[in-house]
């Protein structure tokens, strides 16, 4: 019988297996062969495992491997240093299925709010599953305005395979910039792979794109702590800039994500640009509100 922690982890190393060939670990590819990648009882024999006991946990069985078992395993796969904390990551939710998994709702302190009014630069807070938590006037004339869109479509996930908001994918880079949030929703689902609303965005973009299904597949891992973006904003062009990632209080909790510019570069010019534009259009639309106000006091 399998378990969600389980089957997580056994997906992982099947995925990884697969991104193998026996040429690249000095074995002989033999004759034909009906898999991609190397055979279950070719990375069993580099682990040093049985073949029963690594296909026990590739079928997702309930088998709880050792530090040393895991450390073999990522040895034999050629794991980076991200892909090994993915690794012990999975195993250890795998040995604690039953462990009682924080699900409380994620809250924005007031101290990171006040921040973000005063940062000159596009910034949102992002929950566990990449929902867009709240941001700041520079990241609404970026991103366009968050409240145009319910509650449950404001994630960052759902809006990067949503081609009526970014242009069908025109951005250069659009796929490693899809892999760096993918990356960043793997973290969440390792450490609880049954939570609704990972289960709800993970389905749904499933269901409707062939490209998420094909990435999400490759089980690629993202500590995505900083990276590249680049925007197309009709009004000043594409803009590239660098993000960064803060983690905020709780465990796991929101992060606040920076993006901005080279000081100097055409980019930073844009933004600085796009900034002017939007500042130009809430002080036209505040001062409309405010002659609408006053017309109606005269009225009343």
Partial sequence: MTDPYARELGDFLRARRGRLQPRDLGLEPGGRRKVTGLRREELAMLAGLSTDYYQRMEQGRKVRPSDD???????????DDEERRHLFTLAQAARRPDARVDRLPEVVPDGTRRLLRVLDTPAVVLGRHLDLL?????????????????????????????????????????ERQALDYIGMMRAAVATDPTHPRATAIV????????????????????????????????????????????????????????????????????????????ASRSTGADAVRLSRAVGRYRQA
């Avoid at 409240?147 to 081609?163: A, G, V």
């Avoid at 995505?224 to 803060?246: C, I, M, N």
């Fill in 69 to 79: 078992v895991l450390d073999a395993l990522a040895g034999a796969l050629g794991l």
């Fill in 134 to 174: 709240a941001w700041n006037p520079m990241a609404e004339a970026l991103l366009g305005d968050p409240e145009e869109l319910p509650p449950d479509r404001l994630n960052m996930l759902l809006l990067m395979f949503d081609d009526t908001r970014t242009g069908d994918r025109s951005c250069p880079d659009w």
């Fill in 203 to 278: 389905g749904e973009l499933s269901i409707r794109s062939a490209e998420f299904r094909r990435l999400w597949a490759r089980h690629d891992v993202r500590e995505s702590v900083s990276g590249t973006k680049t925007f197309r904003v009709p009004e000043v062009g594409d803009v590239a800039l660098h993000w960064d990632t803060y983690p905020l209080p709780g465990s796991p909790g929101p992060v606040l994500l920076v993006f901005t510019g080279e000081p100097g570069s055409p980019d930073a010019d844009r933004l600085d640009l796009l900034a002017s534009l939007h």
